[in-house]
């Protein structure tokens, strides 16, 4: 069953288009993610199917509903995860939970039971009772998360869910929503880390600029949008450009980067065994397999855009 | 009014639950601090009727009404000044606390994501208001009671009259919030909210006033607070009265309905 159709989506904020026309399908139980530099529209997606931001133009329906006319409804049946932790500082940890379930007319027993087993699977039972701004920053995001679930959602819409977090906090928030995955939630993220669309997503979908770019899962997009495998080289000396010229012909591709050359090769060492036997020397050589951030920089480019 | 606009903006379907689960969630805000700021705003009112209405009542000696009746100055001042104090407990609930939320605590934007609408919130927000708000009215008809500066049955009257000024104050000061830029924005307002105390029939009755600043008086809100409780507690109320509730029922609907509106285009972009 799709939860979410969306055709054209267009949103427009004054003369700036944040979102341009994009199609998408997600189906029941999926993890489906938003790939993207910062400003390429998926925070403005999230917030539309979220039903907090009007479409601009383009047809959009969630849980088989409109957002223009059926928000609440569809709100009812959305748990959502923001990008900026928004969680009541004026309450406790638990009351964060239980006031935030009465908002969607949980009844106050249920509400206490379903904290209380919430907080058991964020890992924060021990600090039921503490304010929120105590809180480190992975334990607000864990609760923000377990807030998301209070009403049982049929879709989680995370945005960045593990921005900004230390490696621990990161592991814990994935182990969790993996979880969730398991459990069969649907789940919907938006992310600029690699390794979190691949380790998370079943599918994903690549945002420049408002636009859709790439579509498919990860390992399918690493295939169609680099080689199986990346090596990367570094020579001693000022500049790296002499040394391009040399490579040139080595693999599907020689990308040049200010500190070091990539060669996008099929066969990693048999391309390393090429560069000694053109007598080039490098300081230091890596052979790696590719990954979604190849297929992600090479997709949207590496000019940086804020 | 309220019947007219009202149904346009909510279907009534689950919205009064969604309003009352944001009094639910400002109920389990409420700390032991919150307790002084109450008591203060009780007590605000009752040191003005001592120290005006007594105080310089003394001097002023008694007041001869519009319609000919002779009337301590207590029993002039002690109606106004619940009017005014349910205008003050309604804006600083409504104001502040609510620009608050909506700015820097960002409050709204998560219940934005629950079914909760705008209006929904606005509503709850200002029903909690008027819960502070009555709280107060009550205590101080208690002590007018007490004084002898009205009858009990008058009391009871007057205290929906100051619930209504509530309920209008509560309006307005959501629907001014939302136009707030900064907190600075917020001196302008107690300006006005001062002005307002001093020159609405409050100390002095407005036909004193030359025609001119009579007439502006008589359209601010404050005035016809005043001159609804005024008119209940002191006796003799009349069509004017029920001009007054008219007025203040399209104050209330009117803020409301702004209120509502300019939330949800700054929330929901």
């Not at chain 1, 969630?62 to 500082?89: F, K, W």
Request: with cysteine.
């Amino acid at each position: 069953m799709t939860l979410i159709h969306a055709r054209g989506l267009v949103k427009r904020f004054g003369d700036f288009t944040a979102v341009d026309g994009i199609d998408v399908d997600v189906e029941r139980g999926e993890a489906f993610g938003f790939l993207g530099p910062n400003g390429a529209g998926k925070s403005s997606t999230m917030r539309m199917i979220g039903c907090v931001s009007p479409p601009t133009d383009g047809v959009l329906r969630i849980l088989d509903l409109d957002p223009r006319t059926d928000g609440p409804r569809i709100r009812a049946r959305l748990g959502v995860c923001p990008q900026l932790d928004n969680l009541d500082i004026e309450l406790t940890v638990r009351e964060n939970l239980t006031t935030y379930a009465r908002f969607f007319g949980i009844p106050r027993r249920v509400a206490r039971s379903r904290a209380d087993e919430l907080l058991e699977f964020v890992q924060l039972t021990e600090r039921a009772d503490s304010k929120v701004e105590p809180l480190s920053g992975g334990m607000k995001r864990r609760l923000t998360i377990a807030r998301a679930m209070v009403n049982e959602p049929d879709i989680v819409l995370l945005d960045e869910p593990t921005t900004g977090l230390d490696p621990q906090a990161r592991h814990l928030v994935w182990e969790r929503l993996f979880r969730l995955k398991q459990q069969g939630v649907t789940l919907v993220l938006t992310t600029h880390y690699m390794d979190e669309a691949e380790q998370l997503c079943d599918r994903l979908v690549v945002m420049d600029g408002g636009r859709i770019v790439a579509e498919g899962s990860p390992r399918a997009l690493i295939e169609r949008y680099s080689t199986r495998e990346v090596v990367e080289l570094r020579f001693h000396g000022e500049s790296q450009d002499v040394f391009a010229d040399k490579l040139a012909g080595l693999g599907e591709r020689v990308e040049v980067l200010p500190d070091r050359i990539l060669l996008y090769v099929s066969d990693g060492d048999a391309a390393v065994a090429e560069v000694h036997r053109r007598s080039l020397e490098p300081a230091s050589v890596l052979v790696r397999r590719s990954s979604l951030e190849d297929v992600f920089l090479h997709l949207t480019g590496r000019t940086l855009v804020d | 009014m309220i019947t007219l606009v009202l149904p346009r903006l909510v279907s009534f379907e689950g919205a009064g639950r969604r309003s009352g689960a944001m009094v639910e969630r400002n109920a389990a805000t409420l700390r032991s601090a919150y307790w002084l700021v109450m008591l203060a705003g009780f007590i605000e009112p009752v040191l003005y009727l001592f120290s005006i209405g007594i105080g310089v009542g003394a001097l002023v000696g008694d007041l001869t009404l519009p319609d000919g009746r002779v009337v301590e100055y207590a029993t002039f001042v002690a109606p106004a000044m619940l009017a005014a104090s349910a205008m003050s407990g309604a804006l600083s609930e409504t104001t502040f606390n609510f620009f608050g939320k909506m700015k820097f605590m960002r409050l709204y934007d998560g219940i934005l994501a629950t079914p909760v609408r705008p209006i929904e919130i606005a509503l709850g927000e200002l029903a909690w208001a008027m819960i502070r708000g009555n709280l107060y009215a009550a205590a101080f008809l208690v002590v007018m009671v007490v004084m002898d500066l009205t009858t009990a049955g008058a009391a009871v009257l007057a205290f929906f009259a100051a619930a209504l000024v509530g309920f209008a104050f509560g309006g307005i000061g959501m629907a001014v919030s939302t136009f707030m830029r900064s907190w600075q924005d917020f001196d302008l307002l107690s300006s006005a909210q001062f002005a307002l105390f001093l020159f609405s029939g409050t100390f002095v009755p407005a036909q004193d006033y030359p025609p001119v600043l009579r007439w502006v008086v008589e359209v601010t809100p404050l005035y016809r607070s005043v001159d609804l409780i005024r008119s209940i507690t002191l006796g003799g109320a009349g069509w004017v009265q029920v001009l007054d509730v008219l007025y203040l029922l399209a104050v209330f609907a009117v803020g409301l309905t702004v209120a509502g509106r300019r939330m949800e285009r700054q929330l929901c972009k």
